[in-house]
T-cell receptor, first 113, second 115 residues
């Protein structure tokens, strides 16, 4: 069965520090991969997506993610975290090029001043 | 351009009662999706409308849940009767087309608490 695993429920980083959020997926073929962010009181906002091509994708707000087929991973990174990045982050897979998304359980990011 | 709007933002009801959630998609978006997140777990797909037709309702948990999209505009999701395990956040999303080439827009969700 297709699944997405985000092994870290909570992560705390200091403002200005680098960030990596982990995401592993289980799927037979190369899926469509997404990272969404949810800030308090807001809907989910797309940070970036990977369909094919260059395995390093750039997103909004200075985020990037790297697709590694050998590790079935799609980790999200940011070189320097800002206090406004505190939110919950969701990795998702779209197995069939439709928006019947399969989400991970989310990682809540806390940012220390 | 207005985003995806969901009403109410919060609802607290007792077990056995009925609750109706509403979603207004972005104007012109034929595709409308319902998802829910129960008890801090993963967000799960419930169903997908294309205009007024149910394209895929494979994620609907049981027959206590009824989704409609009369006229292909706004959608409602009714839970009748509500059970404790229905508590969670219900998200609506919409897109112009049905493929992942289109951008998907999410509402801010309805927090449902069943006591």
């Amino acid at each position: 069965a297709q699944s997405v695993t985000q092994p870290d429920i909570h992560i705390t980083v200091s403002e200005g520090a680098s960030l990596e959020l982990r995401c592993n997926y289980s799927y037979g073929a190369t899926p469509y991969l997404f990272w969404y962010v949810q800030s308090p009181g807001q809907g989910l906002q797309l940070l970036l997506k990977y369909f094919s091509g260059d395995t390093l994708v750039q997103g909004i707000k200075g985020f990037e993610a790297e697709f590694k087929r050998s590790q079935s991973s799609f980790n999200l990174r940011k070189p320097s975290v800002h206090w406004s990045d505190a939110a919950e982050y969701f990795c998702a897979v779209a197995p069939y090029s439709s928006y019947k998304l399969i989400f991970g359980s989310g990682t809540r990011l806390l940012v220390r001043p | 351009e207005a985003g995806v709007t969901q009403f109410p933002s919060h609802s607290v009801i007792e077990k056995g009662q009925t609750v109706t959630l509403r979603c207004d998609p972005i104007s012109g978006h034929d595709n409308l999706y319902w998802y829910r997140r129960v008890m801090g777990k993963e967000i799960k797909f419930l169903l997908h409308f294309v205009k007024e037709s149910k394209q895929d309702e494979s994620g609907m948990p049981n027959n206590r849940f009824l989704a409609e999209r009369t006229g292909g505009t706004y959608s409602t999701l009714k839970v009748q009767p509500a059970e404790l395990e229905d508590s969670g956040v219900y998200f609506c999303a919409s897109s112009r087309g049905g493929s992942t080439n289109e951008k998907l827009f999410f509402g801010s969700g309805t927090q449902l608490s069943v006591l």
